[in-house]
């Protein structure tokens, strides 16, 4: 259980984030959709996990075309939540147990029901005529250029008030904020210090990269296909990732607005920000330029790791690109969160070498440099729902489906009692179904030693109590085997970490002058060490203090 919150500016330094989606975590009304209540009815489950903060996706006012990333009010909670009364005492529990709060700051765009875009939209003279991306027609009555939506087809839409185009990242009915603006942002941040002042903890800033858009509105390029590129804009069947993203977003004035927050942010004490980066194979590049400084972001993640792979070589290659590029920056690592198919379904093979890759992977997890962040039923081994048309709900599932399926197979009902109605999500239907597969995997079908469950929790007390994996350095260890092995040191201490991410037993000499003082394995996993060899079984893990 976590201890009760004690100052610390650095705390996020390290910190290991649960990533909560209120609507399919606990419904206490009783209408088949999670609120804010259910949340602090289960904030003591979220703390014996011994974790250091919460994420919450958004929980505003919101005519949740998007489910709640399209906001009409900043500063209020939509009804479906509750209220901010509700907010405030999940709050106060939350720091009563010991854990920070997190919430979801989607400020890149707006619901086309917000009151700015409703005056932006009435005429091309009122107040907030420039608040967004308005732009004429080409002669031929097409749009402006050729950007895209990530949700599908041209990124702007016709407004037959205005006779002209706005812009959208995103759905339709998301309209793009003119952040060259200086009243927009005044706004903008005004709507960040309301959270403040009620004593949030940090702040999640959703596609932290598109803010800015060219003024000129140039075209995008076609991308050139790059097989070493680590970052992808959109799933293949999605022509967004077809361009080359240059003048859309990721702009240099992007900075200045992030100083502007970060500055707003050190007004209080121990407050902390993680943007989130889409931005293909310019990421780490883009991580770099936001957390450098330590007058911007706090921290950033990437979707490099939320792919397919899950191999030696890849996460290498992944966590290499950052170091290099990101000198004096911080990363947030993640497999899994409310956008991507479920790691387990990634990773697994085979259903019955799932929980093996979910307590690998949380060890992997547990043991690289940055701060991490788990996804909601990823502790259950939760795999991907696998859900008909009918059911879906993600606009961007209903789009592409059946080449791509949205992102409702990860958003389904937390399972928490195998036997009763709905899991003990709720007591009627709820807004997505919870899949019958799940519901062997409750959380009170895993208290018993051994579990998945369980091996999270052992899993993160152990990097809890070793000071190298919180903020220590990390150096890999070069290898001629697929193994993916490096050390953490921090305050004298030094660990060697090895983890055979194969299918079949591997064994790496220890490198030369190298000496392991004492075996200090990791939860779950008992590898063998012997003349100088780490003898590591299928999907394996070593861990071992170096003698210094």
Sequence with gaps: MASPLKSNPDWWRGAVIYQVYPRSFQDSKGDGLGDL???????????????????????????????GYDVSDYCDVDPMFGTLADFDAMLKTAHRLGIKVIIDQVISHTSDQHPWFKESRSDRTNPK??????????????????????FGGPGWEWDGVRKQYYMHNFLGSQPDLNFHNPD????????????????VD????????????????????????????????????????????????????????????????????????????GDGARSLKTVAAYTGGGD???????????????????????????????????????????????????????MEERERVAKLAISVLAALRGS?????????????????????????????????????????????EKDTDYAGFSSVKPWLPVPAEHRPLAVDQQEEAGSVLDHYRRTLAFRRVHAP???????????????????????????????????????LPLPKGMRISEVVPMPGFAPQIEDGEIMLAAMDVFCGRISL
């Design 469 to 507: 994996l919180l903020d220590g350095s990390m150096t890999f260890l070069e290898t001629n085997q697929d193994i993916l092995a490096f050390t953490r040191e921090k305050a004298g201490e030094k660990l060697l970490f090895v983890f055979n991410l194969h299918r079949g037993p591997q064994t």
């Design 372 to 416: 991490i962040c788990l996804y909601q039923g990823e502790e259950l081994a939760l795999p991907e729902a696998e859900l008909e048309l009918a059911d879906l709900r993600d606009p961007y599932g209903i789009r592409f489906w059946p080449a791509f399926k949205g992102r409702d197979g990860c958003r389904t009902p937390m399972v928490w």
């Design 296 to 350: 911007k972001l706090h921290m950033c993640y990437t979707f490099d790791l939320l792919g397919p792979d899950f191999t030696a070589t890849h996460i290498r290659r992944c966590v290499s690109a950052f170091q290099d590029a990101v000198t004096d920056g911080w990363v947030c690592w993640a497999f899994s969160n409310h956008d991507v198919t479920r790691h387990i379904s990634r990773f697994a093979q085979t």
């Design 129 to 150: 005529s420039d608040w967004y991306v308005w732009a004429d027609p080409k002669p031929d009555g097409t749009a402006p250029n050729n950007w895209m939506s990530i």
């Design 202 to 277: 940090g702040f999640r800033l959703d596609t932290v990269n598109f803010y800015f858009h060219d003024k000129e509105l140039r075209d995008n390029p076609p991308l050139v296909y790059d097989p070493d590129a680590i970052g992808l804009d959109a799933p293949d069947v999605n022509p967004y990732g077809m361009q080359n993203h240059l003048y859309d977003k990721t702009q240099p004035e992007n900075i200045g607005f992030l100083q502007r927050f970060r500055a707003l942010l050190d007004e209080f004490d121990d407050r902390a920000s993680v943007g989130e980066v």
């Design 37 to 67: 209540r259910g949340v602090t009815q289960r904030l003591p489950y979220i703390a014996s996990l011994g974790v250091d903060a919460i994420w919450l996706s958004p929980f505003f006012t919101s005519p949740m075309a998007d489910m």
């Design 184 to 199: 927009v942002q005044e706004a903008l941040l005004e709507t960040v210090r309301f959270w403040l002042k009620r004593g």
